[in-house]
């Protein structure tokens, strides 16, 4: 398997801009998480889905950060008008099922940088 | 609310020498799980141990093994004959087994330096 793809690994763009961050997991896993790791605030839960749907989005900073998972084997993480505070690296993240699966495997993250 | 605090900013272990690394944590719940997560300069997390809280033997994964305390609420690991390829940031994660979340609550991170 090739494990959960995240594209673009690298996003450099201005701020006002909308950036589209990409998560494919793992085939057969039906729980996905969306983190994102800063220096100042480390690694934090953003949002999770079970089935595609949203099951715990408290993590989602403010209303300009939104996720979508249309299908099992895609979501979406848009952040639309981003700011320079939005700098970070996020991870997608897949499991089995969301109490059974114990382990998660991660993405390789996107380094997300806006100026 | 869950928290998880690693004390340890950085660590240094001489190659072959074992290193522990510190985690606690604060909950209220009796059934938990606890993680460590090892995360190379490639950013890639790994998933290197895992303990359920319901049990008393500590957990074992070849160089790596966990100290858990659940009276104490502390969960460190144990690093074995430490290899170049340990370098890397380790993270602690508690995960609730109540109900079906999935989320993980990291500490703040330990690097860890192995020296040749």
């Known amino acids: 398997d090739a494990g959960v793809i995240q594209s673009p690994r690298h996003e450099v763009t201005e701020m006002g801009q909308e950036v589209t961050l990409r998560c494919k997991p793992i085939s057969g896993h039906n729980s996905l998480f969306w983190y994102r790791q800063t220096m100042m605030r480390g690694l934090e839960l953003l949002i999770y889905?079970?089935?595609?749907?949203?099951?715990?989005d408290s993590g989602m900073p403010e209303d300009r950060f939104s996720a979508k998972m249309p299908n099992a084997s895609f979501s979406t993480l848009k952040i639309q008008p981003s700011e320079p505070r939005d700098s970070a690296v996020y991870f997608c993240a897949s499991s089995l099922d969301g109490a059974g699966g114990l382990r998660q495997y991660f993405g390789p993250g996107t380094r997300l940088t806006v100026t | 609310a869950q928290t998880v605090t690693q004390s340890q900013p950085e660590m240094s272990v001489q190659e072959a020498e074992t290193v522990t690394l510190s985690c606690t944590y604060d909950?209220?719940?009796?059934?938990?799980?606890l993680f460590w997560y090892k995360q190379p300069p490639s950013r890639q997390m790994i998933l290197v141990i895992r303990q359920e809280a319901y049990k008393q033997q500590n957990a074992t994964e070849n160089r790596f093994s966990v100290n858990f305390q659940k009276a104490a609420k502390s969960f460190s690991l144990k690093i074995s004959d430490s290899q170049l390829g340990d370098a890397a940031m380790y993270f602690c994660?508690?995960?609730?087994?109540?109900?079906?979340?999935?989320?993980?609550?990291f500490g703040q991170g330990t690097t860890l330096q192995v020296k040749p």
């Open positions: 994660a508690y995960r609730s087994a109540r109900g079906n979340t999935g989320k993980l609550i």
């Open positions: 889905f079970n089935n595609n749907v949203p099951i715990d």
């Open positions: 909950t209220s719940e009796s059934d938990y799980y």
